[in-house]
């Protein structure tokens, strides 16, 4: 589920409401920013945030609460102190910083107050050796998918977990449907507007597509996939949703998830530049998707969102 600026008071509202009834759950959804920079800010924080004080030692809920970070799955107070004050920055557009732990390792998210991409730093233990990686990304959209088997809500900002917290019910809100993604890499010259989506719910709605966008975009490749599936007769139990992307150089796309939730798709990708050759690069994609995942669906609330995810320092 997607999780826009907007909806960040009404969620910190319902989140102190069932803080006074004595709950330890927390509902939220996230916040959507563009793409842009983030200043490097460790010396801001050095020697303040516990990601760059902590040397390796097992962290613990109690260690982590005097530490004012997040221990990962834990339902304490303080944790869900530490999101609520998180969501606050974001929607407040100041710099938004939450220090989320494991037992064995330590990360820091912080989004500039600018609001424009979040700076993903990880410290881990590995074969006994401390390891530091980096990551940037953008847009910053929270993602909220439940946890079907543990029946809890899991919070991604990309494909990492910032937070996790019991679900308040035992409904399918917020549930992963299975879907399949491909890319295709259409001609950068194409007098097309680009970001654009589109939806094929027979070959026929595919055929009107490709009459009419063939000649400027280039749809063979699109075409012979889409020519097996009318043939297997998939065409009569899927519906197949197609994005078109921009990038900045060669790139690589991965379908993080696909979440339902009342009435509404968002289909969550993840886009990795392999190459930065200074084009831009104009590209297809499609996520082919069961109806039957669908019949509760609007099918003007279908939505892609697409994180640039790079590495930075660590």
Not at 68 to 88: P, R, T
């Amino acid at each position: 589920m997607r999780i826009t600026k907007q909806m960040i008071p009404l969620m910190l509202a319902a989140l102190l409401l069932s803080s006074c009834a004595g709950k330890k759950d927390l509902y939220n959804e996230g916040t959507n920013i563009s793409s842009a920079p983030v200043a490097d800010n460790a010396a801001d924080v050095e020697g303040e945030s516990f990601y760059y004080r902590w040397k390796g030692e097992v962290v613990s809920v109690d260690y982590a609460d005097k530490q004012n970070a997040v221990l990962l799955g834990k339902d304490n107070a303080e944790g869900v102190h530490q999101w609520q004050e998180f969501l606050i920055d974001l929607e407040a557009a100041d710099k938004a910083e939450l220090t989320v732990c494991t037992p064995k390792s330590v990360m820091l998210v912080t989004e500039n107050e600018s609001g424009n991409a979040a700076l993903i730093q990880i410290k881990q233990r590995e074969n006994g050796k401390m390891v530091t990686k980096g990551r940037t990304v953008s847009p910053v959209v929270l993602c909220r998918v439940r946890d079907e088997q543990e029946n809890r809500y899991d919070y991604y900002l990309s494909d990492c977990k910032i937070y996790s917290t019991p679900a308040d019910d035992e409904s399918n809100d917020c549930r992963e449907i299975p879907a399949e993604l491909k890319s295709y890499a259409v001609d950068s010259s194409a007098a097309v507007t680009f970001p654009y989506q589109k939806r094929f719910s027979s070959y026929g709605d595919f055929e009107d597509y490709y009459s009419e966008y063939h000649e400027s975009l280039g749809l063979d490749e699109v075409k012979t996939d889409m020519d097996m599936l009318e043939e297997d007769g998939s065409f009569n139990t899927n519906v197949v949703f197609l994005y078109g992307a921009l990038s900045s150089g060669n790139c690589e796309y991965e379908l993080l998830r696909a979440v339902e939730e009342d009435g509404r798709l968002v289909i969550y990708v993840k886009r990795k530049i392999t190459e930065k050759t200074g084009d831009v690069n104009k590209w297809q994609l499609t996520c082919q998707i069961s109806s039957e995942y669908l019949s509760d669906v609007s099918p003007d609330s279908i939505e892609w969102v697409v994180y640039d995810d790079e590495e930075s320092r660590g």
